[in-house]
């Protein structure tokens, strides 16, 4: 894991403004399961170009390779913990509603990127994740023995990146597949 994501991979992946593909030293001569890792949200143009791109590069690939396509979304309820047992203390049942809630409106806006794509001839399975994105794709990958990722990431740079790092690099450090990172247009 450390030369396959050593510094000079992670170098490449913070600050290579095209698509960086890490092949893993054992990858198989296809890729049998393709993970495309995506984070719709119709309020932010950037990321859903971006999602489009991990997409398109995603069934193309599985459908020139004749692979498994996973399409992965994780998502949170934001301040459900909060809401849970901090200082602010509402009803589970407001609680579960908030929660139910937003996995409908995440849903929602997964399904609108996917019905653009050509998924009709291709094996696929789709995975809504509730939860941290840096923890559940790697276990997910692992679990369905993906053979490549296919992700998003803008990685800071300098300080910032240093210390807050980011859900990509995050990924990277703990999954043991081939990943092709894509960054936004105009990076």
Request: contains cysteine; hydrophobic residues 40%.
């Amino acid at each position: 894991r450390e030369k396959l994501f050593g510094s000079t991979t992670m170098q490449l992946m913070r600050k290579c403004p095209c698509p960086v593909w890490v092949i893993k030293p054992t990858q198989p001569q296809a890729n049998r399961r393709i993970m495309a890792a995506v984070d719709p949200d119709p309020l932010d143009q950037t990321r859903n170009a971006l999602n489009i791109q991990i997409m398109q590069l995603a069934t193309s690939l599985a459908h020139q390779e004749q692979s498994e396509l996973l399409i992965v979304h994780a998502w949170t309820a934001y301040g459900e913990a909060r809401l849970r047992g901090g200082f602010i203390r509402a009803s589970d049942r407001e609680v579960d509603k908030y929660v139910q809630e937003t996995r409908r409106e995440h849903l929602r806006h997964l399904a609108a990127l996917l019905e653009k794509q050509p998924l009709a001839d291709l094996k696929h399975q789709i995975y809504m994740l509730k939860g941290q994105a840096g923890h559940l794709l790697p276990e997910l990958a692992k679990r369905k023995a993906v053979d490549l990722m296919v992700m998003g990431t803008v990685c800071r740079t300098g300080v910032g990146g240093f210390l807050m790092g980011n859900t990509a690099e995050n990924v990277l450090q703990q999954v043991n597949c081939s990943v092709l990172a894509i960054k936004p247009e105009g990076f």
